[in-house]
C-alpha cells in the first residue's frame, strides 16, 4: 500500500484539491486499493475547517467528488507513516522539513517537480485564482500518477 499526504499552509485549498484529484484518479484507474491518500496544514490556520467554498466550486465544475474533509495539522509523526510528503509550494517544503527534522529518506517532494517544474502551485486563498490552481494540481497529479506506475505499482 503506497502512503501519500498532499501538504499545504492550511488544508483547505490547494492539498484538499490534490486529495479529491488523486483520489478521482486513482478511483479511474481502478487502483484505490493499492493507495491511501490523505491531506493536512503546515499551519494551524484553518484545523477543522472544511474546504474552501472556491475548492468546492471549482472541482464541482470539474464533475470531481470532493472528498469529505476537515482541516488537520501534518505532525513529525506523518513521515513515518507516509510514503510520500507532497507539498505545494517552496514554504510548504520549508515547513514539512521543519516539522519532520528533516528528510533522511528524501520523502518531501514539491508536487509540481513530478511534471518536471520546479516552480510552486500558486494559492487560491491569496490569488482567487481556482482555475490555475486546478489546473496545475491536475498536472501534478497527473505526472505523479504516472511516476508511481512506473516506479511503485
Not at 472556491?54 to 464533475?63: D, H, M, N
Not at 514554504?91 to 520523502?107: E, H, L, S, V
Request: hydrophobic letters at 35%; a neutral charge.
Amino acid at each position: 500500500m503506497i502512503k501519500i499526504l498532499f501538504v499545504c499552509h492550511g488544508n483547505i485549498c490547494r492539498s484538499t484539491m490534490c486529495e479529491s484529484v488523486m483520489t478521482h484518479l486513482v478511483n479511474q484507474k481502478n487502483i484505490a486499493d493499492q493507495i491511501t491518500i490523505r491531506s493536512a496544514a503546515t499551519h494551524n490556520d484553518e484545523i477543522g475547517s472544511p474546504p474552501h467554498y472556491g475548492t468546492a466550486q471549482k472541482l464541482k465544475q470539474e464533475g470531481i467528488p470532493l472528498i469529505p474533509h476537515q482541516a488537520v495539522r501534518m505532525t513529525k509523526a506523518d513521515y513515518d507513516k507516509y510514503d510520500y510528503l507532497i507539498g505545494m509550494d517552496t514554504a510548504n517544503i520549508r515547513n514539512m522539513t521543519r516539522i519532520t527534522n528533516g528528510d533522511p529518506k528524501g520523502k518531501i517532494y514539491k508536487l509540481l517537480s513530478f511534471a518536471g517544474l520546479g516552480r510552486d502551485i500558486a494559492d487560491p486563498w491569496y490569488t482567487g485564482n481556482f482555475d490555475e490552481t486546478y489546473a496545475d494540481v491536475m498536472k501534478g497529479c497527473t505526472a505523479f500518477l504516472e511516476y508511481l506506475g512506473k516506479n511503485c505499482i
